[in-house]
């Protein structure tokens, strides 16, 4: 593989990604729409009921919009890689996803580059989030603003790989559309998004467990502790480990020999 | 040499068995007219020679490259028209033509004089800025087509592209391909289920039902199975066991 050849190949799929996004300006308002209805409403509505005691990175007591913010911004992430995902799934149904894998660079290199594309296109969108988010108060320190950047790549990419691997064993849309729900609220709920453990613990120490084991509780709070200007060795590691695996089983459902697709075909 | 070889290539999705000892090879410069009925197997066989998935058995070779272990050698040469339309709809022809280009590694100056060539060769050079959802469908195909050939590929793969297109339509692009081959040596397999779109002069492959039944020259097929013409030769090749 020629490195020039790479960089353009993967110049190309980031301004493809860029002006397909641009251009549905309903994906784009719902992005940013849906975690400040979030912030807005549900946090709003929580804050009167639900009090937190100091929980780490936080030094004080903190509101709960301050503490669910870092969780609805993986959220964007998530969202935008199950649609991300979504779209490759639609682009394999209705024939462009062909292109990209009959192009002369290693299928790796292909799924990377559109993985990588996609949370290129998705960081704006959080960072807008949060900035908005300071009108409700929400005010990180401003170098939090710097030090979140790389948590945001590494969770989307951990994300971006995870929706990878669910479009590679997914056919069809239809069956796409039950893999969001099942997929996306578990994964959100069933995390330290909205709660952190203890308070999940007072539910049921299974909850708890689940939240504790589950990834994108430590994309959470990756994204917590580095905009906080703290660092989670740990959450970090998950998160990095976490997306060697997804990706790796993404590229082997992509795989033209021993790929779910090369086994179903569907083409007649 | 060869533009594209296929030796004993077989494939099965499951216990389905859809493609079996499938050999042929297409001549460089040459055209060469795969036919066969709806569900022959000639979608698969595309997906197989383009490297979207691997055959369970045999060879694919294209100018000497193993689409195997050396797929992206292989893939360098080629250029594709899938059956299914693979064009981004929320994209106008010129950026999907520039996306391919990238993909292939080609610099924005190159690409720009090439996209200006290939569109305005299919006669859609005018409709370059508008989005592909508004071009008709047989505008999307010629845009395609340009998009095929933005790479200088030495072999061009066509599954099926006039289907879905009038009379007409189908005429141009068929013109426009066969100018390719004569003027530029560009070898081309062209995938139908049109028997008029096969000319005397053409090399033939008759698939059916996942096998290869005849592969030769159109012009013989006839006389070889003492029949009066092509499609009562498609029909004799095609009958059901």
Redesign the interface.
Known sequence: MKTRHAVRALIGILRRETLRTLRQRGRLLSAIIRPLVWLAIFAAGFRSVLGLSITPPYQTYVLYEVYVVPGLAAMMLLFHAMASSLAMVYDREMGSMRLLLTAPLPRWYLLAARMLASVVVGLPLVYLFLLIARYWDVRPPVLGYLAVFPALVLAGLMLGAFGLLVSSISTQMENFAGVMNFVIFPTFFASTALYPIWRLAEAGPVLANIAAWNPFSSAVELIRFTLYLRFDPVSALVVLACLVVFFLAAVVGYDPGRGLWSRRGGEG | MKALSLEGVGHS??QRR?LDAISFSVAEGAMCILLGR??A?K??LF?LA?????ARSGQIDVFGHSM?TD??????Q?G?V?Q?????F??TAA?NL??????????ASISEARLREELGRLEVLDRRDEPVRSLSGGQRRRVEIARALMHRPRILLLDEPTTGLDVPGRRAIEQHVRALCRERGVAVLWATHFLEEVSADDDLVVLHQGRVRWAGGARHVATSLAVDGLADAFDLLTETA
């Open positions: 999705f499951g859809v709806n569900g197997g979608t698969t997906s383009t490297g979207l998935y691997h195997r797929p992206a050698a292989a893939l360098a080629m594709v899938f299914q339309q693979t064009l981004d929320d994209l950026e520039r996306y391919h280009a990238s993909l292939h590694g080609l610099g």
